[in-house]
Structure formats: structure tokens, C-alpha cells
């Protein structure tokens, strides 16, 4: 009993002072949470200084808060020396942690750092008539004067700045000084008395720009850098246009494969309709020759037998007997002359149906080679395309070989069909010979069979003269048919002999085809994905370029938060 009483009052004593220090450590805590302050936004710009060569001489980082709630603000960075911006307030640092007491809306602080990597490497080359120097050695000197900036990716730096960030480089350049002021990829703007060179690297590249210029009197300002998050949102361009007009151009290059490949064929049935003609032309220029050579003979028999006419009626013969057995002999040789002329007519009929077959299957080839014609826009259209310019150079040589053939030959048609006229023309004069020869051995063997008494003398003798005056007819058209045959076995010459330097050239022709449809062939493959690829190329370029999505993050330190912008400000020394 006495121990339970002894529980009880010491509960009475000790419960109540036990909720006072629970009150206690409550309301200290939350004195402490007043005395703390709040921000919504910190920016950064980061100021660097450069040397001449490019090499980091200086850093110092401007901090900027928007201060929702006064109190005491927390920051980062690995600052050896501290200003304050805003007031007189002592700032204070233990290690990489800032403290300060923020009362104003807005606060700004200045921080300077030893060494911080910057995201890009800088390197700066001056030369001067080709040699190189800093531009303290170059001042004051004239010639031809050339720089180099290249920009790299430091790798020992923060990773997102270099992959985000784009540079805006500015060079202001005396007008008085420097002439034929020029810089590649650059753009030349005049500001007061100066030519000032800007240049734009997007984020994630690697450059190395140049300027050239003629100097007086060298004297440079500073280069000046700024980098920027690249944050503007870029719409996506409407691409269904371009692609519209890239299918158009791969439908059009199948088309001239299809058009290529019909024309293949019927350049092939073309050949070997032409090599029927070529060996067609030589059976009819060795026809020809053949005729030529026999139509002489065909004068000197003629030529005999109206001698041994005139003969006949010049001179007295002592009996019939003798006179009828001359009349045998030239009816004889009127009846071989004859028969010659049917062989010469034999052969020459064989000639014209082996030409006009020849002629036929060339015609026919030729006709059913395709009429399409390929504009210059389509041409151009060509070469402006992704395909290798030396194979759709190539193919529009043989497209114009191909078609140069095609019109020569149906320039020179009218000679081809004059050729078969010829034939028809010959072959119907000889018909016509052959004709006169069959009345004349006919006149002749009447003469054997009824020859005269030695009454009848004076009707032998006229018969006689009647028959000479009618075989000197005869052989008058038989001198003008030799010359004919003559003059047109020469022309065929020339004929047969362009034909045979075509044949010659005839593989090279169809081997030149056969490239173009191959070339044809490559050029649409080439062709056919240019809808997809260019798609494609646009959408890398947006997602490369497009960095609406990037949050800023603190150049400083790692640890600070809410950083809304981080920019950097880069100049040489003065």
C-alpha cells in the first residue's frame, strides 16, 4: 500500500513537467523554421575570362534569387571570395555552403571561383603573311591576316551545357584597318566604325570558324562569347509537300527504268533485225557485183550478134546453105543470151527477198522502239536527286546515243526503200529484154524454117535488115541497163559499207543499253526511300535542335535548387 501511494506522487510531479518540455522543444523548433526564408527562382550568370590563346584566366558567378519569404537562404558553390550585391549584411561560407540573410525581394550575391571547367575548349590563332603570332606581336603590323577559332567539348566539365547550350561569338573588327573582311559561316554586320563578325554554333558541335581580312596598322578588340540554353520550341516543319514531290521523283525514276528496260528489248530485236539486214546487204551487193560483171558480157554477146547481122546483110553468100547455117548461129546466141537473162533475173528476185526480209524485221524493230522522251526538267531533276551524277551521266548519254539512232535511221529510210524499188525496176527491164529476145529468136527461127529460092533473095534480105535494125533497138536499152546496174552496184558501196561500221558497233550499243537499264535501275533504288529519308533527316534535325524540354540545372554546384536560367558571359582580356 505504501508503495503504490509512493508511485502516485511521484506521477503528480514528474507527467506535468514532462508535456512543459514537449512545449518547450516545439516552440523552439518552430522559431527556428521563422527564421529560415524561402525562394522561387535562382539564376546564374557565369562571367569567364579568356587569353589571347584561349585558355581560362578568370571565373566569377553572379547569383540572383527571387526571395518569396525573408530569412536566412542556403546556396552552393566552391567560392573563394564572396560579395554581396544587395546589402551590407555579412555573407558566411563553410566550405561549399553559402548562408546568408535575404530581406528583399530580389538578392544578388558574387561569387568568385579559382577553377571551374567550362563546357567548351577555346582555342584562338592569330597569323599574319603566314606566320604566326599573339596579337600583341602583330600590333601595329600590315598584311594578310588570317584567325582560327575552334570550339571543342571539354569532357572534364559539367555534363549538359555543351549538349544544350548555344554559342554566339562576336569579334568587332576597326573598318579603317581591316579590308576584304571575310568569314565562312559567319555574318559581317556594320556597327558604327567597326565591322563587327558574328558566328552561331548550335549546341552538341564541335567548330573551328575562320576570318581572313587585308590589314593596316593591326589592332584587335576582344572576342566576346555568350552561351544560352537553346530553348526555344520549334515547330516541326510540314514536310508532306517535299515528300510528295521526292515520291513524284521516285515514281518518275521507275518509270524511266520500265521505259529504259522496253527500249533494252527492242534495241536488241532492232540489232538483230539490223545484222539479218547487214548480211541481207552483203548477199545483195555480192548479187550486184555479180550482175555488174555479167551485164558487160551481156553487151559484148550483144555486140557480137549485131556484127554478125550487119554482116549478114552486107555480104553475098554463095548458096542458102551458108546463109541459113549463120542464121543458126545467132538464133543459138540469141537463144543464150536469153537464157542468161533468166538466171540474171533468178538471182536477182533471190537478192530481193532476202533484202526486203531484212528490211522488214529492221523496220519492225525499229518502229516498236518507245517514243518517250525525258525532258530537261526530268534531267535535272536527275541530278539533283542523291544518285552517283557520273552513272546518271552515263545514262543520259546512251539515252541520246539510242535516240540518235532511231532518227537516223528513219532519216536515211527513203535509200532502204529506194534500194527495193531498184530491184523491182531492174528485175521488170530485164522481163522486158528477155521480151525483145524471144521475138527476135522467133524472127530468126521463121527465117530457118522458110529461107527463100534463089528468087526469093531480095525478101531474105530484107527480113535480114528488119531483124538488125530491131537487135540495134534492143542493145541501145541493154547499154543504158549495164549503166544503170553499174551506177547502182557504186552507190550500194557506200551503203553496205555504213552498214558494216554500224554492225561493228552494234555491242557497244546494246552493252551501253544494258548499262543505262542497270544505271536506271540503281538510280530508282537510289530514289525510292528519298520520302522516308527525308522524313526521317527532318525529324533528326527537330529532336537535335529542339531543346524546349531542357531544365536548367546550376553551373555552381550540383546541390543548389530551383535554378530557373544559367548563362554565360566569355570575353578575352582587354
Do not use: C
Amino acid at each position: 500500500m505504501k508503495r503504490i501511494f509512493t508511485i502516485v506522487f511521484i506521477s503528480i510531479f514528474i507527467i506535468p513537467s514532462l508535456f512543459a518540455s514537449a512545449n518547450n522543444n516545439t516552440s523552439s523548433k518552430a522559431k527556428e523554421d521563422e527564421q529560415f526564408g524561402r525562394f522561387s527562382e535562382k539564376e546564374e550568370v557565369v562571367y569567364v575570362t579568356l587569353n589571347e590563346k584561349g585558355d581560362q584566366t578568370g571565373m566569377y558567378i553572379v547569383n540572383r534569387f527571387v526571395i518569396d519569404r525573408p530569412g536566412i537562404i542556403i546556396d552552393y558553390g566552391p567560392y573563394t571570395q564572396l560579395e554581396n550585391l544587395t546589402d551590407l549584411q555579412k555573407m558566411e561560407q563553410n566550405g561549399d555552403e553559402i548562408t546568408f540573410s535575404a530581406s528583399e525581394d530580389l538578392f544578388y550575391y558574387k561569387g568568385t571561383v579559382d577553377h571551374l571547367p567550362l563546357p567548351w575548349d577555346f582555342d584562338f590563332t592569330y597569323q599574319l603573311n603566314g606566320e604566326n603570332g599573339s596579337p600583341k606581336e602583330l600590333l601595329g603590323k600590315d598584311g594578310s591576316f588570317k584567325m582560327e577559332i575552334t570550339i571543342r567539348k571539354n569532357d572534364n566539365a559539367m555534363e549538359g551545357f555543351f549538349e544544350n547550350y548555344m554559342l554566339q561569338i562576336s569579334i568587332a573588327f576597326h573598318s579603317g584597318k581591316f579590308k576584304n573582311l571575310k568569314a565562312d559561316e559567319g555574318i559581317i554586320a556594320n556597327v558604327g566604325e567597326n565591322k563587327q563578325v558574328r558566328f552561331t554554333v548550335m549546341p552538341g558541335n564541335e567548330k573551328q570558324l575562320t576570318i581572313t581580312a587585308d590589314v593596316e596598322k593591326f589592332q584587335m578588340g576582344q572576342i566576346e562569347i555568350t552561351a544560352l540554353p537553346s530553348s526555344i520550341a520549334i515547330d516541326k516543319p510540314d514536310s508532306s509537300h517535299m515528300k510528295q514531290e521526292f515520291t513524284s521523283l521516285s515514281n518518275a525514276t521507275f518509270d524511266l527504268y520500265n521505259g529504259i528496260a522496253s527500249f533494252h528489248q527492242s534495241l536488241g530485236q532492232f540489232l538483230d533485225g539490223f545484222t539479218n539486214l547487214t548480211e541481207g546487204s552483203s548477199q545483195y551487193q555480192s548479187g550486184m557485183e555479180r550482175l555488174d560483171e555479167g551485164s558487160q558480157q551481156l553487151v559484148d554477146g550483144g555486140d557480137s550478134i549485131l556484127s554478125a547481122l550487119e554482116t549478114l546483110n552486107s555480104t553475098s553468100f554463095p548458096s542458102n546453105e551458108q546463109k541459113y547455117e549463120n542464121i543458126q548461129l545467132l538464133h543459138q546466141a540469141i537463144v543464150n543470151i536469153e537464157e542468161g537473162l533468166t538466171s540474171t533475173m533468178d538471182e536477182l528476185a533471190n537478192v530481193k527477198e532476202g533484202y526486203d526480209q531484212a528490211y522488214q524485221s529492221l523496220d519492225t524493230a525499229l518502229r516498236s522502239l518507245p517514243d518517250t522522251q525525258i525532258s530537261d526538267a526530268d534531267i535535272q531533276k536527275l541530278y539533283a536527286s542523291n544518285a552517283d551524277p557520273s552513272i546518271i551521266h552515263q545514262l543520259i548519254e546512251n539515252y541520246h546515243a539510242s535516240v540518235s539512232v532511231k532518227e537516223a535511221y528513219f532519216t536515211s529510210q527513203p535509200s532502204f526503200q529506194m534500194l527495193s524499188d531498184s530491184l523491182d525496176n531492174l528485175i521488170a527491164f530485164l522481163q522486158g529484154m528477155q521480151f525483145q529476145l524471144q521475138q527476135i529468136a522467133d524472127e530468126l527461127n521463121h527465117l530457118v524454117q522458110s529461107m527463100p529460092t534463089k528468087d526469093k533473095t531480095k525478101q531474105l534480105q530484107e527480113a535480114l535488115q528488119s531483124l538488125t535494125d530491131t537487135f540495134k533497138s534492143f542493145q541501145i536499152g541493154v547499154k543504158g541497163y549495164v549503166a544503170n546496174i553499174h551506177n547502182l552496184t557504186k552507190e550500194y558501196e557506200n551503203i553496205h559499207l555504213g552498214m558494216r561500221q554500224f554492225a561493228k558497233g552494234k555491242n557497244n550499243v546494246l552493252e551501253g543499253s544494258q548499262k543505262l537499264q542497270k544505271g536506271a535501275m540503281a538510280l530508282h533504288h537510289a530514289t525510292k526511300d528519298l520520302p522516308n529519308e527525308v522524313d526521317e533527316e527532318i525529324q533528326k534535325l527537330f529532336l537535335e535542335y529542339d531543346k524546349s524540354d531542357y531544365k536548367p540545372v546550376s553551373f555552381a554546384s550540383k546541390k543548389n535548387t530551383s535554378v530557373s536560367s544559367v548563362q554565360f558571359v566569355i570575353k578575352t582580356e582587354e
